[in-house]
């Protein structure tokens, strides 16, 4: 079982940044797809953004050119710097790790708890 930890959510004013951070508990850290989604209450959970193995980066429209993703393989976190917060932006954040796996390519994914980050003035 893979454990992820989020971390430095917060309560910001429209306009302002916060860097989120997720540490993963496995040795096989560098192998997965990570990836940061969030819930806002009613709402469908959505991704933010991800990040593969590889480096490769993908962002939802909405937050692409405010928010970065990277990854420190060695550190086994993935982080989310997050500029020019919006209102809108307010939701509980999740990490997310990912791979695919067996003889039908099937994918395991892993949660973490989730952190609140709230946008308002």
């Known amino acids: 079982q893979v454990q992820l930890v989020e971390s430095g959510g917060g309560s910001v004013q429209p306009g302002g940044s916060l860097r989120l951070s997720c540490a993963a508990s496995t040795i096989s850290f560098s192998i997965y797809t990570m990836g940061w989604y969030r819930q806002a209450p009613g709402k469908q959970r959505e991704l933010v953004a991800t990040i593969t193995s590889g480096g490769n980066t993908n962002y939802a429209g909405s937050v692409k050119g405010r928010f970065t993703i990277s990854r420190d393989n060695a550190k086994k976190t993935v982080y989310l710097q997050m500029n020019s917060l919006k209102p809108e932006d307010t939701a509980v954040y999740y990490c997310?790790?990912?791979?695919?796996?067996?003889?039908?390519?099937?994918?395991?994914?892993?949660w973490g708890q989730g952190t609140q980050v709230t946008v308002s003035s």
């Open positions: 997310n790790a990912n791979r695919r796996y067996g003889v039908l390519g099937e994918v395991v994914d892993y």
